[in-house]
């Protein structure tokens, strides 16, 4: 067998740090840390959120080293601080690095609280992949996503993912560097449709937890995922996506595993909110903004934008943000008049 | 409003009272309880399992009586008593009945334990809906399926079904009849996909429930779900049903809630083998045959007569009935060599 390049981890919160793991059972990997005291840490004590880093993961801390090493690269940095990273990064990057991100969030070139919906321009709002591609001079970009949750992937548990990219090279790297015994690896060239799958995926799952939260079982919950999907397709489907994306592994799958994990922040801010809590207090009890608050306004600029119908994210986005009592909330939607069954496969 | 016809419900098992109890919100119900003891009992505590019976549901014990004061019918009977109920019924029905079965099962006429895959008729594995048209003068048939556990419909939560038949006036009546603020219902033309959409998500809530006996979590039964309704779809495409039925409410919303729920015997099946303990012992324990069994043996059968392929299925199979160990099954699957997305949305 011959020895492959190590591969670049950016980031090492716990998905990165999950990634890294996985990697290192193909290849050599490095993984980055900026702060120069954590990384330190994490090189003596060799664990992260008490999980062991496999011995094959090195920690770097400058990019400009990891650019050099390596010509795979999986940047694994929250959505509101991916920009900074891409632009700090960019003089080292070069037209034959392929970089597969794994971050479940969009960019916004303006400021989403102040924005009125039929003012903004959609171009201003970008994936991860877009802003690579705007940023750098990296041309072979994928993304992966899938129901990854670090913490079953750390203990070595099975699971699955999607690496998607308009390049059969990029997923053919991406599944070389990741796949082994317990992680399979899917393809799928329409890396639009997955990542607005992993986005679309968190105010569903904010939507799950509230129907938790009043109490309900497991019909509420398989039939607000099976709309959930729908509109979700609907939406991608405005914006460009193909449906096919949404009913694979990083989607249906995704949503599954996360409309049904108690332990995702969106699942939570969803209970609490139901549970009668205000969202500013559910927020700042949590520390940091859960990626579904973020996405649930997004989401709304774009549909109100494009005049497209999408009761779920509307009638949540009214519960979160107009204090809409969720009761009444319910009763809309099960009178919102839909009644063909997966009508969303003749879009 | 004009007074409705009152609707006849057969079978008094949990999930008949609990569509009684529904449809009692629109119009009267004659529900049919065989013995007459137990309709007695019923009728004086006016409670099925301790859920109270809405007061415009009747308990009755003649099928002439149903037959002669309803034109709309609900049968609710397990498949092995089906064809048994169907042929007691026949004498009293007319072509201008309307029949809505919801039944998870299929019926076959040999005998599945001593049959070779080789020899048998596919024509004789019969779904309910044949079953009527075969057994009856009845024309209109549909059927009722989707995540439906009794026990939440009975508790008022919101919940959702699928009308499923060839005659969109079957659709439309039984709309009328069953929906209402909390429950809403779903037409679909492709009356055989959400019967086989029913039956086939059993054998997956087996392997689900032995995903978490093993100690799995989220990301393995995401994979597991999602991977089991592409099976499900090559399978029923086999059978000639289209794939749009398994991608509805009553596909994969059934197959998610069945899946979830640890309420369910066949999920509870899975559970307790994965734990290791021997079938034999577990369905003696839970007293009658876990619908998902039968499945598996009359799918086992389905899938080697066509030749097709269904690793799922075939090597649940050989865990349930050929003592493999669940750990050589999972690296099976997880070596089996499908890489890309969504790939079962091309057929």
Same mark, same amino acid.
């Given at each position: 067998?011959?020895?492959?390049?190590?591969v670049?981890?950016?980031?090492?919160?716990?998905?990165g740090?999950?990634?890294a793991n996985l990697?290192?059972?193909?290849?050599?990997?490095?993984?980055?840390?900026?702060?120069?005291?954590?990384?330190?840490?994490?090189?003596?004590?060799?664990?992260?959120?008490?999980?062991?880093l496999h011995?094959?993961?090195?920690?770097?801390?400058?990019?400009?080293?990891?650019?050099s090493e390596?010509?795979?690269?999986?940047?694994?940095?929250?959505?509101?601080?991916?920009?900074?990273?891409?632009?700090?990064?960019?003089?080292?990057?070069?037209?034959?690095?392929?970089?597969i991100?794994?971050?479940?969030?969009?960019?916004?070139?303006?400021?989403?609280?102040?924005?009125?919906?039929?003012?903004?321009?959609?171009?201003?709002?970008?994936?991860?992949?877009?802003?690579?591609?705007?940023?750098t001079?990296?041309?072979? =970009?994928?993304?992966?996503?899938?129901p990854?949750?670090?913490?079953?992937?750390?203990?070595?548990?099975?699971?699955?993912?999607?690496?998607?990219?308009?390049?059969?090279?990029?997923?053919?790297?991406?599944?070389?560097?990741?796949?082994?015994?317990?992680?399979?690896?899917? @393809?799928?060239?329409?890396?639009?449709?997955?990542?607005?799958?992993?986005?679309?995926?968190?105010y569903?799952?904010?939507?799950?937890g509230?129907?938790?939260?009043?109490?309900?079982?497991e019909?509420?919950?398989?039939?607000?995922?099976?709309?959930?999907?729908?509109?979700?397709?609907?939406? @991608?489907?405005?914006?460009?996506?193909?449906?096919?994306?949404?009913?694979?592994?990083?989607?249906? @799958?995704?949503?599954?595993?996360?409309?049904?994990?108690?332990?995702?922040?969106?699942?939570?801010? @969803?209970?609490?909110?139901?549970?009668?809590?205000?969202?500013?207090?559910?927020?700042?009890?949590?520390?940091? =903004?859960?990626e579904?608050?973020?996405?649930?306004?997004?989401g709304?600029?774009?549909?109100?934008?494009?005049?497209?119908?999408?009761?779920?994210?509307?009638t949540?986005?009214?519960?979160?943000?107009?204090?809409?009592?969720?009761d009444?909330?319910?009763?809309?939607?099960?009178?919102?008049? =839909?009644?063909?069954?997966a009508?969303?496969?003749?879009?």
């Amino acid at each position: 067998m011959i020895a492959r390049r190590p591969v670049g981890v950016i980031g090492a919160g716990s998905f990165g740090s999950a990634i890294a793991n996985l990697l290192a059972e193909n290849q050599d990997v490095l993984l980055y840390e900026r702060n120069k005291d954590a990384a330190d840490l994490i090189r003596i004590h060799r664990k992260i959120r008490n999980f062991e880093l496999h011995e094959r993961v090195s920690v770097a801390d400058s990019l400009e080293h990891i650019a050099s090493e390596c010509y795979l690269l999986f940047p694994v940095v929250p959505s509101a601080f991916f920009k900074h990273m891409i632009i700090d990064f960019s003089p080292y990057l070069r037209p034959d690095h392929i970089m597969i991100h794994a971050t479940k969030g969009l960019h916004c070139e303006f400021d989403i609280d102040q924005a009125d919906a039929k003012n903004i321009r959609l171009k201003e709002i970008k994936t991860m992949s877009e802003l690579i591609l705007q940023e750098t001079g990296i041309v072979r =970009v994928g993304c992966l996503a899938g129901p990854n949750l670090a913490l079953e992937i750390m203990e070595k548990q099975p699971a699955a993912t999607v690496i998607a990219s308009r390049f059969d090279e990029v997923i053919a790297e991406g599944m070389a560097a990741l796949r082994s015994d317990r992680f399979q690896v899917y @393809g799928n060239k329409d890396i639009l449709g997955i990542e607005l799958s992993g986005v679309l995926k968190n105010y569903v799952a904010i939507a799950s937890g509230a129907l938790n939260g009043l109490g309900y079982g497991e019909n509420a919950r398989a039939l607000l995922i099976t709309r959930g999907m729908a509109e979700m397709i609907y939406i @991608g489907k405005a914006l460009g996506a193909d449906k096919k994306a949404f009913l694979g592994i990083a989607g249906i @799958g995704d949503l599954i595993a996360t409309c049904t994990s108690p332990k995702s922040r969106n699942y939570t801010v @969803g209970y609490r909110i139901a549970k009668g809590e205000k969202l500013d207090d559910v927020l700042r009890d949590l520390g940091e =903004v859960a990626e579904g608050v973020r996405t649930l306004k997004i989401g709304k600029l774009i549909v109100d934008h494009l005049g497209a119908s999408a009761p779920l994210l509307q009638t949540i986005s009214k519960v979160l943000f107009e204090d809409w009592p969720i009761d009444r909330a319910i009763k809309l939607l099960m009178r919102y008049p =839909v009644s063909a069954d997966a009508e969303y496969l003749d879009i």
